[in-house]
Structures are given as C-alpha cells and as structure tokens.
C-alpha cells in the first residue's frame, strides 16, 4: 500500500514564496492530475516532494514517514520521476542510462548484477525502447529520450510515481501508449501517480481526480468533470474554451475556437 | 559458396547484436586494461630509472633496486655514483612525475565529471594562478628555507594554490548549496587578478626571471626523497577517495536534480569531490609546478578507449595519467641534455598530436 501525503506545504526560492497552503493526499492505484497555468508550482512540487528544494513549512510524508527524517537514497527508493525534457548524458547507452535507475537499490561500491539487467530489459521493453539498447543518448530524439526516462524511472521499482509533463516530446500514439501504459501498471503494481500535464483533454481522460493550480494555491480539486468547466478554465488560465463531452465516455473535453471562424470567415 | 556463407554468418552477427542485452558494465576488459596498465607502469618506472644522460644497463639498474629491498643480500658490483643516480636522483624524480601525473589525471577526470564541461581541468577554478603566485612569491624572498629541506617556493605554491580556491569556494558559494556556474566564474575572475600580480611581479623581477618562468611551465628538475614522501600520501589517499565517487559523478551526469532524484547527495559529494581534487592537484603543482595538459587530455583519451563510465574512468585516468608523466619527462630531461625542456612543453608537444590522432579515429559523442 503506498500513500502520498502532503500536509500544508509551502515551498518556494530563497524568499519567494511559490507554493502555499497544499494539502493533497495520493492512494495506491490512483493516478491524480495536476493541471494549471505556466508558472502556477506544478514543477516545484515534485521538486519539493524529492527534496530538492527544502520544504519551508507543513510537512510531506512517503507511506507515513516524513521526508525530513529519511536519506535522499530512501526517498529515491520510493519515488521515481519522470522530469521534463530529461538531460541525458550523451556518450551514454541507453542501457547505461536505464540501468543507472537502479542505483538507490545498490550498495556501496555495488556493481549491476543479472537481476539488476533483467529489470532494466523488462522496463525498456514496457517503454518500447528496448531496440534503442546499444546506441548513445545523444543520437535519440526527444520523444525517444522521454521514454527513456520513464524506463529509468521504471527500473527504479517505485511506490510512488511523480510525472512532469510526461508526454510533452511524444507524439499522439506514444503519449496515449505513455499514459495508458502508466495507469496500467498503476493499477497492477499499486503505485500512487502523481502527474502534472499541460493537455487538459489527456488529463480528464486519465486521471480519477484533478488539482487545478493557480497562483500558488488549489483552485479546485475533483473528477475531471467537476474541475474541467469553461468557467475554471476561464478564471485560472484566462482563456476562452468550450467544454464538451467526450462522445464515448461523457468526459470533458476541451475545445478551441479559433478567432478567424468565429468572425465568420 | 564463401560469399553465402559469409552473408549467413553476417546475418547470425547481426541477429545476436539484437539481442545483446548483457551487462553492458563490461567490466571485466575494463579490469584486465587496468592490470595491462599496471604491469605498462611498473616497466615504464624501471625503463625511466635506466635511461638518462649516464645510461646505465638495465641489469645494473635490476640489482641496485632489488638491493634496496632490505633483507636481500646481492652481490655489489657498481660503482657508487651509479647507486646515487638511480637511488638519490632518477629514482625520486620517477616517482615524483608518476604521482603528479596520476594527481592531475584524476583530478582533471573529476572536475569535469563535476562541472559536466569537457574543457574542465584541474585548474579551473583557480589553483593554478594561485600556486603560481605563491611560488613567484617564495622565489622573491631571499630566504632560503631549509625546513625539512624543502623549499620556500614549494610551500608558498601550496598554500597559494589551496588559499585561491578557498577564496573562490566562498565567493561562489550561495546560501548553502554550490552552483557551478558561479564556482567557475569566481575561478576565472580570481585567477585572471592573481595572474595579472604574477606577470607583473615576473617583468619587475630581473634576474630570477628564467627561475620563475620555467617553474611555471613546470617540471622536475631538483627533486628529492622528501617530495615523494609528502605528496605519495596525499594523492594515494586522495584518489582512492574519488575512486570510491565513480558511480555517484556517472549519475550526476544527469542534471543535479536528477541526480538527487536518483539517491545521490549532490551538495555533499560536490563539496568532498572539490576538496580532495583541489587537494591532490595543489600537493602535485607545488613540487611539479603548473604542468598543462595532463589534467584535460588524459581522461578524454581514456575516455575515447575505454568509454564514460567514472567507476573505470577514474582509476584508468590514474595509470595512464602516471605513464604519460614518466614518459614525459624522461623526454624532458634526455632530448638535448644536459639543458632540460619545461616538462607543459613535452606534455603538450608530443600528447597533443597522440590526443587528435585518438579523436579522429572515434568519432562518436564521447562527452
């Protein structure tokens, strides 16, 4: 059972206050979206939850143990995440790269074993990278990067998941497959996910429940219909969006109207 | 009937290329180079104790190293001039290129492992300039220092060195972490004003120009017992010490978060990996003075053979960084004797070309 919670976390830079007020708790077998404006803290709470930045009042807690209390190893034994548009370094395989997720498993002066290898393979397979095994990271793409870290973030055998816009450099299919790939396991290894996504459409999709962000603070927190609306999409990010229905399973769907067919062109 | 076969066999190649998912930590021919180093170094010792302006047969050269090993008994039949050459003079001098040149290997390896620059070498962030200074200085003052016969200008390198990048340490320093941008731009700012003192303090200085200049293009040209002595533990102790970070640097390839994600104590390991690198490349300029290309070169040609990975990187740097040195200054002190070249002239002379030769046959990303 592995349980994510934050309680009144407020995290910032040197004086500036980013973050403030977050209460959120994250089950085993959920994934939660975290969606919001640029700027809004989405990266500096997953920061803030590994302990990169130090947390500046409330407290966080991995399965009931405070993050101030246990080693950067432990927390790293615990959550994976997938950053951003990863730098990897080039000279690099990629089989190095994934294999180096298991390093919080590894003692000291502890070399990769068989069992180390096996799960890295089983993780580059999950990711559909596995033909990508021998060559150098700085000959991938960037969507081919992107699966690398979340195979990396796999063989990391973590609880709790934390996504920053995993599915920014993939096109259509792999950002479906992303997805779809991390509620499965979600569901069949019980990890907690946490996801920050820009797409409000992916987001409703796959997440059970969704933290709207603004201006530091939750907004508003629910099922994707009940945060997706015109009305939050038009008072968080200031822009003007119907809000449709999916037409297979009822969910939002958000949809854009360019200004040149509205003025009836 | 050939051409099928070889096709099949081409076929069978590429097939098992595909599924190749072995440890690619190929640690055992990495493990097997570095005992080929070794036994290259060890040889490479006993030829650079043989050679010189006097050669003296590498017999000779066999029975007196073997009598210094106490408790054997061999028979003496040299001359005891030859004894004080190989003993007093090559021996130390040997010793003393080989530990330098592992010191700055390693140290080089480390900083740019630290910084993630492949210009990076050991005097980055200011040890060079500072030691430089410091020496400049101990040559300036007329005293001669005989504290356990070591010289004023070694002692004041030493301190210069570790005082420059102490300074720097505390300039670049915010709050409680240690961004590398600003280390190295407080590096940079700091040496160009030590250096601008030291060339000032070099065109005012007369007559011990020529002393100062070529102790600053380095080299070994008095050494003694003592030298080895001070600096063999330091840099032993010192790059065990980075050894054991091998993994830790290859994850901080990544970028720091990343690398903090994965478990790695990133403010910690940057602060002991800075230390003990600056340490063991102050101890070796102060007696070898500001030897270039060492530091940089060395670990990228260990790169291009042997691949990024630190956990080898890093102890390979070490043997190949004590060859070259030796090498180096075997050439330094036998091309046009008895003059002796500054030892940064050799090293970038003949490592240069060896360095370019290596870079065009690989041409894969290797930083």
């Not at chain 2, 210009?119 to 410091?134: E, F, K, M, N, T």
Request: aromatic content about 8%.
């Amino acid at each position: 059972m592995q349980k994510l919670s934050l309680k009144n976390v407020t995290l910032g830079y040197g004086e500036t206050i980013v973050l403030s007020g977050i209460d959120i708790e994250i089950l085993s077998g959920e994934v939660i979206g975290i969606v919001g404006p640029n700027g809004c803290g989405k990266s500096t709470l997953i920061k803030g939850i590994t302990r990169v930045i130090p947390l500046k009042g409330g407290d966080i807690l991995l399965n009931e143990k405070s993050i101030k209390g246990i080693s950067q190893n432990d927390i790293a034994r615990t959550v994976a995440v997938v950053p951003q548009s990863a730098v990897l370094p080039e000279a690099f395989t990629a089989f190095e790269i994934v294999l180096m997720g298991r390093t919080p498993h590894m003692k000291f002066l502890e070399y990769e074993g068989q069992k180390d290898v096996d799960i890295a393979v089983k993780a580059m397979k999950m990711t559909d990278t596995i033909h990508l095994a021998q060559r150098r990271a700085g000959e991938l793409s960037g969507g081919e990067k992107q699966r690398l870290t979340i195979a990396r973030a796999l063989a990391q055998k973590p609880g709790i998941i934390l996504l920053d816009e995993p599915t920014s450099h993939l096109d259509i299919n792999y950002q479906i497959e992303t997805l779809e790939l991390i509620s499965e396991l979600c569901k069949k290894e019980g990890w907690a996910v946490l996801a920050a996504l820009h797409d409000l459409n992916l987001a409703a999709q796959y997440c059970e429940r969704i933290i709207m962000l603004n201006k530091g603070r939750i907004f508003n927190e629910g099922t994707p219909c009940e945060v997706v609306t015109a009305v939050n999409v038009k008072r968080v990010y200031g822009a003007d969006v119907c809000i449709s229905s999916h037409p297979v399973n009822r969910l939002p769907v958000t949809l854009v109207t360019g200004n040149r067919w509205h003025n009836g062109n | 009937m050939l051409l099928v076969l070889s096709m099949e066999s081409a076929i069978i190649m590429t097939a098992e290329k595909k599924t190749d998912y072995t440890n690619p930590v190929k640690w055992k021919g990495r493990v097997l180079s570095a005992v080929f180093l070794l036994i290259l170094l060890l040889l490479v010792i006993f030829f650079a104790v043989s050679m010189g302006s006097s050669s003296i047969p590498f017999s000779t050269t066999i029975s007196i190293l073997l009598s210094q090993i106490p408790f054997l008994s061999i028979p003496e039949n040299w001359g005891g001039t030859t004894e004080t050459v190989i003993t007093g003079l090559r021996m130390p001098r040997v010793l003393l290129a080989g530990l330098t040149g592992a010191a700055l290997a390693v140290a080089g390896a480390t900083y740019q492992g630290l910084f993630r620059n492949p210009l990076a070498d050991p005097y980055l962030i200011g040890v060079s300039q500072g030691a430089g200074l410091g020496a400049v200085i101990g040559f300036l003052i007329p005293i001669s220092s005989s504290f356990w016969s070591l010289n004023l200008v070694s002692i004041f390198a030493f301190i210069g060195g570790l005082g420059a990048v102490f300074v720097v340490y505390s300039l670049g320093k915010v709050g409680k972490s240690l961004p590398m941008t600003t280390l190295i731009l407080a590096g940079v700012a700091l040496g160009a004003f030590l250096s601008a003192i030291t060339s000032y303090l070099l065109i005012t200085s007369g007559e011990s120009f020529r002393g100062m200049s070529s102790w600053l293009l380095g080299g070994f040209s008095s050494p003694k017992w003592i030298h080895v002595w001070i600096t063999l533990p330091v840099i032993t102790l010192g790059s065990l010490i980075i050894c054991l970070y091998g993994r830790s640097l290859n994850v901080m390839q990544f970028d720091e978060e990343q690398a903090q994600q994965l478990g790695i104590n990133v403010e910690q390991t940057k602060r002991i990996l800075l230390v003990v690198a600056t340490l063991i490349t102050a101890a070796a300029v102060s007696f070898g003075g500001i030897i270039g290309f060492v530091g940089i070169i060395i670990p990228h040609a260990v790169r291009l053979i042997w691949g990024p990975d630190f956990r080898f990187l890093l102890p390979l740097s070490i043997l190949c960084g004590s060859i070259f040195l030796i090498l180096a200054d075997l050439l330094a002190r036998t091309v046009m004797p008895p003059t002796e070249i500054p030892l940064g002239i050799v090293t970038a002379f003949f490592g240069a070309p060896f360095f370019l030769y290596l870079l065009k046959r690989k041409k894969k990303a290797v930083f």
